[in-house]
């Protein structure tokens, strides 16, 4: 079975950092580009970043360029979002995916999301 | 960037209705167009790529359709597990960029 599973997400203050982690299984990791899109509470879906099979290509959101790196450990089966500088409008649901298409649409089945809190 | 304009923002319709939802980029992205499902408390659901294309496992109910710059998200019969908000999502160019939803409601 296919599954995404996100973690480290949390409450930190203005200013903080967090790592989040996304764990994949189900099917062959180093093969996919793989996704972040967060959501604000009541908000749309944002894309945030994207990573190439290997890791040596990523796109980043402009509002998160220099703050956020996305990253991945093939052997770990893993897909990272190290998150610095945070602000209150980076509070949001993120969610991973891998992407179809060569990288290029998100793919069921996402991961089921860690919630972000940036609040003093 | 790539403006995706998401019409209407919500809809109520009854069982058996069919509902389309529209979904216009402000500039050409070939058939680049992916659509989604999200019901509340949940991750959202890949249902079309290409424009017209079903994810695996997809009911084919759903359809999508695109003329020009315009694309179209049909579901044929509208049954009550299809509420929720619908998103579509350009992958022609960074940054990719999403509508901002369509609310279904079951009347």
């Known amino acids: 079975e296919v599954q995404l599973v996100e973690s480290g997400g949390g409450l930190v203050q203005p200013g903080g950092s967090l790592r989040l982690s996304c764990a994949a299984s189900?099917?062959?990791?180093?093969?996919?580009?793989m996704t972040w899109v967060r959501q604000a509470p009541g908000k749309g879906l944002e894309w945030v970043a994207n990573?190439?099979?290997?890791?040596?290509?990523?796109y980043y959101l402009d509002s998160v360029k220099g703050r956020f790196t996305i990253s991945r450990d093939n052997a770990k089966n893993s897909v990272f979002l190290e998150m610095n500088s945070l602000r209150a409008e980076d509070t949001a649901v993120y969610y991973c995916?891998?992407?179809?298409?060569?990288?290029?649409?998100?793919?069921?089945?996402w991961g089921q999301g860690t919630l972000v809190t940036v609040s003093s | 960037d790539i403006q995706m304009t998401q019409s209407p923002s919500s809809l109520s319709a009854s069982v058996g209705d069919r509902v389309t939802i529209t979904c216009r980029a402000s500039?050409?992205?070939?058939?680049?167009l992916a659509w989604f499902q999200q019901k509340p408390g949940t991750a959202p659901k890949s249902l079309i790529y290409?424009?017209?294309s079903l994810q695996s496992g997809v009911p084919s109910k759903f359809s999508g359709s695109q003329s020009g710059t315009d694309f179209t998200l049909t579901i044929s019969s509208l049954q009550p597990e299809d509420f929720g908000t619908y998103y579509c999502?350009?992958?022609?160019?960074?940054?990719?960029?999403f509508g901002g939803g369509t609310k279904v409601e079951i009347k």
């Open positions: 995916a891998s992407l179809g298409g060569s990288g290029s649409y998100p793919t069921d089945p």
């Open positions: 500039q050409g992205i070939k058939n680049y």
């Open positions: 189900g099917f062959t990791f180093s093969s996919y580009w």
């Open positions: 999502q350009q992958y022609a160019s960074f940054p990719l960029t």
């Open positions: 290409g424009g017209s």
């Open positions: 990573i190439n099979r290997d890791g040596s290509a990523k």
